[in-house]
C-alpha cells in the first residue's frame, strides 16, 4: 500500500504542475493531384489543478492508514 500512497503522491504533483496535455492530428489543406499540404493542428485536453491536490490527498491518506495498521 505504501507504494501505491506514493504513486499517488506522484501522480498527484505531475497533474497539478501540468494542466493539462496537447496532441497534434494533421490536417490535409490543399490536395490537387499529387500536390497535397497538410498542417499539424493542435489539440489541447486541460484538466483541473484540484484534480491533482485531490490525488495527492488521497495518496497521502494512503500513505498513512497503511503506516497506521502496520
Partial sequence: MKQ?????IVVGLLLTIFGGVTFFTKK?????????????EP???????IAGVVVMAVGGGILLLGAKKG
Fill in 4 to 8: 501505491a500512497g506514493i504513486v499517488l
Fill in 28 to 40: 490535409k489543406v490543399v490536395d490537387i493531384g499529387n500536390l497535397e499540404i497538410t498542417k499539424d
Fill in 43 to 49: 489539440h489541447r485536453v486541460p484538466w483541473s489543478p
